[in-house]
C-alpha cells in the first residue's frame, strides 16, 4: 500500500495509531513507514498532543512508598558499597549517634574510669548494633598509649571470624586500629594518628580469620558503630 | 496560558537534566507528574497496586530514556504519559481477568473526570490547558462518539472490541471514532486559533 500521496489516509492512520485502534500487520506495517517517513512521525505527534492529555483528567497522587521503589530499582540506594553506612543518609545517622551514642559513651567512660587505674581517658565510644543495643566499649587512654576494647557478653561470634576495629574521618576513610584475636578484649596500640581529630566515628566489622584481607577497608559487614567522643 | 507555557518550559528544562543524571532533578520531575501519571495508570489497570507498579516501571524508562527524549516531538507530559501508558497496558494484557467494563457508567465517569478540577478543592492539580481544551471538545461530541474513543484509548481496545463492549456493528463503532477524532481536530484546532 503506497500513503505517501493520501494525506488523508495518513491522517487517519495516524490517528488510529496513537488512540490503539491499529492493531496486528496494519499497526506493524506502520510503525515500518514511521521509521523512514518524518511528516508521518509528525503527524503521529499532532494526534499524541490532541488525544494523550486525556490522561490529565483523573489525578490521584500515589502512595508515598512509590518513590522509595523507583530508587530501589535504579539502585540509587545501592550507590554507596553496603558497608560504608556513614555515607548512606548521613543527617539520620548523625543525628541518632549524637543523642544515643553520645550520652551512652559519657556514662560509659566515667564507669570504665573508675575500674582502669588511674587511666587518662581521652577518648571513647559505645559501639552499638543496629537495634541500638550496646555491643562495645572503646576507650583510648593516652598514659599507657593503648584503646581498650571490651565486648559485651550477649555478643556471639562465630569461632572462624575476626572483629576488626576500624577509625572512620570524616571524609569517610577507613583505617584499621587492629583486630579482636579473641572477639572479646584487646588491648590496642594506641596510633595518635590513626584516632586524630578528623575521626568520627569507629566501627566493628566481621572478618576472616586475622583480619580484613584488604588493609584499608572492610570486606565483612559492619556490626558495631559508634560516635568517636572526646573527654 | 503563560503559567502553563512556563510549567512545560519547566518539565522541559527537568527533563533535560534527568538525560544528564540528575537524580534531584528526576525527583522534582516525579513530584511534578506523578499525580496525573498515576491516576491515569489507575484508570487503565483499576489496582492500586497494578498502577503503583507501572508508574515505577514508567518512570525507571524515563530515567534511562530521557536522553533520547525529542523535545520537538511531543511535551514532556505526553511524551511521559505515552510511556505509562505502555506500562499499563502490558501489565493489563498480563493480567488473567479481564476488565470489565460498563458503557453506560464509563462515559459518566469520564464526564466527571473531565471536570475541570480548577473548580473543585485547590489542592487538586491543575490540568495543562491541552487536557482543558480536549475536556471541552470531547465534551461537544454525541456521547457514543466520545464513549467509543474513550474506551479505546483507556482501556486499549480494538474496534472490534469496542464494537463488542457497545453491542454494536463494527462498521458503526469504525464510523464513530472515525467522525468523533475529526470532530476534535476541528474543534482543538479551533480553540488554538481563538
Given at each position: 500500500m503506497n500513503?505517501?500521496?493520501?494525506?488523508?489516509?495518513?491522517?487517519?492512520?495516524?490517528?488510529?495509531?496513537?488512540?490503539?485502534?491499529?492493531?496486528?500487520?496494519?499497526?506493524?506495517?506502520?510503525?515500518?513507514w514511521l521509521a523512514t517517513d518524518a511528516a508521518l512521525r509528525s503527524a503521529v505527534a499532532g494526534w499524541q498532543a490532541r488525544i494523550v492529555p486525556m490522561a490529565e483528567w483523573s489525578a490521584v497522587p500515589p502512595p508515598a512508598r512509590t518513590w522509595a521503589g523507583i530508587e530501589r530499582r535504579l539502585g540509587f540506594a545501592r550507590a554507596v558499597p553496603a558497608w560504608q553506612f556513614w555515607r548512606i543518609d548521613g543527617a539520620?545517622?548523625?543525628?541518632?549517634?549524637?543523642?544515643?551514642?553520645?550520652?551512652?559513651?559519657?556514662?560509659?567512660a566515667v564507669v570504665l574510669a573508675g575500674r582502669v587505674q588511674e587511666p587518662q581517658l581521652q577518648q571513647v565510644a559505645?559501639?552499638?548494633?543496629?537495634?541500638?543495643?550496646?555491643?562495645?566499649?572503646?576507650?583510648?587512654?593516652?598514659?599507657?598509649?593503648?584503646?581498650?576494647?571490651?565486648?559485651?557478653?550477649?555478643?556471639?561470634?562465630?569461632?572462624d571470624r575476626t572483629l576488626q576495629l576500624w577509625a572512620i574521618t570524616a571524609a569517610g576513610k577507613t583505617r584499621s586500629l587492629g583486630i579482636l584475636p579473641d572477639n572479646r578484649h584487646a588491648s590496642l596500640r594506641l596510633d595518635q594518628r590513626a584516632v586524630g581529630p578528623d575521626v568520627v566515628l569507629l566501627a566493628i566489622s566481621l572478618e576472616p580469620k586475622g583480619g580484613s584481607p584488604d588493609p584499608n577497608a572492610p570486606t565483612g559487614p559492619v556490626l558495631y558503630k559508634g560516635a568517636w567522643v572526646k573527654l | 496560558m503563560t503559567k502553563d507555557l512556563d510549567n512545560t518550559d519547566a518539565l522541559r528544562r527537568l527533563v533535560a537534566?534527568?538525560?544528564?543524571?540528575?537524580?534531584?532533578?528526576?525527583?522534582?520531575?516525579?513530584?511534578?507528574?506523578?499525580?496525573?501519571?498515576?491516576?491515569?495508570?489507575?484508570?487503565?489497570?483499576?489496582k492500586d497496586e497494578l498502577a503503583e507498579e507501572a508508574l515505577q516501571d514508567a518512570f525507571v524508562s524515563i530515567w534511562h530514556a530521557a536522553a533520547g527524549y525529542q523535545p520537538h516531538l511531543a511535551a514532556p507530559l505526553t511524551w511521559m504519559t505515552t510511556i505509562v501508558r505502555n506500562k499499563a497496558l502490558d501489565m493489563l494484557r498480563r493480567q488473567d481477568?479481564?476488565?470489565?467494563?460498563?458503557?453506560?457508567?464509563?462515559?459518566?465517569?469520564?464526564?466527571?473526570?473531565?471536570?475541570?478540577?480548577?473548580?473543585?478543592?485547590?489542592?487538586?492539580?491543575?490540568?495543562?490547558?491541552?487536557?482543558?481544551?480536549?475536556?471541552?471538545?470531547?465534551?461537544?461530541?454525541?456521547?457514543?462518539?466520545r464513549q467509543a474513543i474513550g474506551m479505546a484509548y483507556f482501556h486499549d481496545?480494538?474496534?472490534?472490541?469496542?464494537?463488542?463492549?457497545?453491542?454494536?456493528?463494527?462498521?458503526?463503532?469504525?464510523?464513530?471514532?472515525?467522525?468523533?477524532?475529526?470532530?476534535?481536530?476541528?474543534c482543538l484546532s479551533k480553540r488554538e486559533a481563538a
Open positions: 500513503i505517501e500521496d493520501n494525506p488523508l489516509l495518513r491522517d487517519k492512520l495516524a490517528a488510529e495509531y496513537v488512540l490503539g485502534t491499529l492493531r496486528g500487520g496494519a499497526r506493524r506495517r506502520f510503525e515500518r539520620r545517622l548523625w543525628g541518632s549517634l549524637a543523642v544515643g551514642g553520645g550520652v551512652a559513651a559519657v556514662v560509659l559505645t559501639l552499638l548494633d543496629d537495634q541500638a543495643q550496646t555491643a562495645l566499649v572503646v576507650a583510648a587512654d593516652a598514659r599507657r598509649a593503648r584503646i581498650d576494647v571490651r565486648v559485651a557478653d550477649n555478643v556471639k561470634v562465630p569461632d | 537534566a534527568v538525560a544528564l543524571g540528575d537524580r534531584a532533578a528526576f525527583r522534582r520531575l516525579y513530584d511534578a507528574t506523578a499525580a496525573k501519571l498515576f491516576g491515569f495508570a489507575l484508570r487503565i489497570l483499576r481477568d479481564a476488565v470489565e467494563l460498563d458503557a453506560q457508567q464509563f462515559d459518566a465517569d469520564m464526564l466527571l473526570a473531565m471536570q475541570d478540577p480548577a473548580a473543585g478543592p485547590p489542592d487538586r492539580m491543575q490540568m495543562t490547558d491541552e487536557a482543558r481544551a480536549l475536556a471541552h471538545c470531547m465534551e461537544a461530541l454525541e456521547g457514543r462518539q481496545l480494538s474496534h472490534s472490541e469496542v464494537a463488542a463492549q457497545l453491542s454494536l456493528p463494527i462498521g458503526t463503532v469504525k464510523t464513530w471514532i472515525r467522525r468523533g477524532l475529526d470532530k476534535l481536530k476541528t
